[in-house]
């Protein structure tokens, strides 16, 4: 059997591949640079285990667990400290616990009574019918109000986007708030008697999804589909193009140590980034341009990981983390707290803590030097959680185009890619820039894409086997 393309070795690409090996079908995954997982990345120094891109996965469907299974990965696993539950927000330039009941959101000192209300509100709030697209800064004060905006969802949209709540579109960023809006009519209604559904479908949502990690962080995942897929991961090959033939397709590939190859292929599926699939230059029946593709917005984000000694940090730090709204004034977007969430992320007596900076909040913060980036974290964390003196580790990454952003408009960017699908049989789309953002959005995204590709090669097989007749 002809195999399988995979461009892009990322989590999507590696999943998607790891899927079709399991079937019997065989794949030749191609990534352009030296290294897979995209932007998994950890590394273990000094007794200090830093995570540069994702710190968790989100079990959001079974299908997540079912993918660590197969991998091997069981034993592996790792769930978060049970203390570590809590989530702060910033206000008054401190961290607040985040509510987690309807009686600690009636208490708590994140919001003022007028916030309260209009919470309490909320349900009688008339939904939006008209069916035009609507920011999420937009949707949220319709619903809910400015303070609720300015001080919980901003920090939100900071930390899961880097993004700017006035330009993400909430039917394409959020579509379940969108969907719950327009099913119930309210969300408070959407998030009671929507949970029998989710649970009938075996879904969870986000906010209540248990995390989890590896012994040795999320590089151990990309690592293991990889290992598990042997000498069909090609690294340094990067796919210029792709013609379709009678029933296949024709690849040319620029290998670092061969030149320009030409490769049939069964199927294609394409799991890089929305500005990489832009260049990409595709022949089929019909014309195909993906060149709006490079247009979709990748803000930069630097992550920047602080070791500390346990006693030159004021604030426990048993929690998720905190995330940071832009009226609070701080620099960086949010911080994870590492050491709090798994066990050996930081050496007896030592914390880690992972924070970020840049996204569309501050786009040239990201581009600092790594000691500026230091300087200007430590100055936050030493406000925020009562940070002293020098840290016993420090690292950074800059990622110039970190995330993408699913703005205002996007949506015609997944008409593009339906068309395309659609006039290009056997040429197929996954990963961040088409169904969500998350690292367990990615990881459904390649099972699922994996399981289209079977279908369309077991009609063809059986539209050749008609003919033969």
């Not at 949707?139 to 880097?162: K, P, S, T, W």
């Not at 906010?207 to 991961?233: I, M, N, Y």
């Amino acid at each position: 059997m002809i195999p399988v393309a995979v461009v892009g070795a990322g989590i999507t690409g590696l999943t998607a591949a790891f899927c079709l090996h399991r079937k019997g079908i065989p794949v030749t995954v191609y990534e352009a640079g030296n290294r897979v997982g995209g932007a998994i990345q950890s590394l273990r120094s000094n007794g200090f285990l830093a995570e540069f891109g994702p710190n968790t996965i989100l079990e959001t469907s079974p299908r997540i667990a079912e993918l660590i299974r197969e991998a091997g990965l069981s034993s592996r696993r790792l769930d978060p400290d049970p203390a570590a539950s809590a989530r702060y927000v910033v206000r008054y330039r401190r961290p607040i616990p985040m509510p987690s009941s309807p009686i600690g959101m009636l208490t708590t000192r994140l919001f003022s009574a007028k916030a309260k209300l209009a919470i309490l509100k909320e349900p009688f709030v008339p939904p939006r019918t008209d069916g035009k697209e609507e920011s999420v800064a937009d949707f949220v004060l319709r619903r809910l109000g400015q303070e609720f905006l300015d001080h919980a969802i901003d920090a939100l949209v900071a930390g899961v986007y880097a993004g700017d709540p006035r330009r993400l579109s909430v039917q394409q960023a959020f579509p379940k708030l969108a969907e719950l809006e327009a099913k119930y009519g309210s969300l408070i209604k959407g998030q009671i008697f929507g949970a029998r559904e989710r649970k009938q479908r075996g879904e969870i949502s986000k906010d209540r999804a248990p995390k989890f990690s590896f012994d040795e962080g999320l590089q151990v995942l990309p690592d293991t589909l990889r290992a598990r897929l042997g000498d069909a991961v090609r690294l340094r090959a990067s796919v210029q193009s792709a013609r379709r033939l009678e029933d296949t397709w024709e690849l040319q590939v620029l290998s670092h140590d061969r030149g320009i190859l030409t490769q049939e292929h069964s199927a294609i599926i394409y799991a890089g980034t929305a500005f990489n699939l832009a260049k990409l230059k595709v022949t089929a029946r019909v014309p195909v341009d993906l060149t709006p593709m490079s247009h979709v917005r990748y803000p930069p984000v630097a992550s920047v990981v602080l070791g500390f000694r346990r006693e030159d940090v004021a604030h426990p730090c048993c929690g998720f983390g905190m995330l940071i709204p832009r009226v609070e004034g701080f620099k960086i977007l949010g911080t994870i707290f590492s050491s709090s969430l798994f066990p050996n992320r930081a050496p007896a007596g030592h914390v880690t803590l992972t924070s970020y900076v840049g996204g569309e909040r501050y786009p040239e913060l990201a581009s600092l030097s790594p000691e500026e980036l230091f300087a200007l974290t430590i100055e936050d964390l030493r406000v925020l959680l009562g940070v002293r003196g020098k840290p016993s580790f420090q690292h950074s990454i800059h990622y110039p185009r970190a995330i993408p952003q699913y703005n205002l408009g996007y949506g015609l960017y997944r008409e593009l890619l339906a068309r395309t699908e659609r006039a290009a049989p056997g040429l197929f789309f996954a990963g961040h820039y088409r169904d969500g953002i998350s690292l367990s959005d990615s990881i459904v995204s390649g099972m699922k894409v994996a399981d289209r590709v079977a279908e369309h090669l077991t009609g063809a097989l059986s539209k050749t086997e008609q003919l033969a007749r």
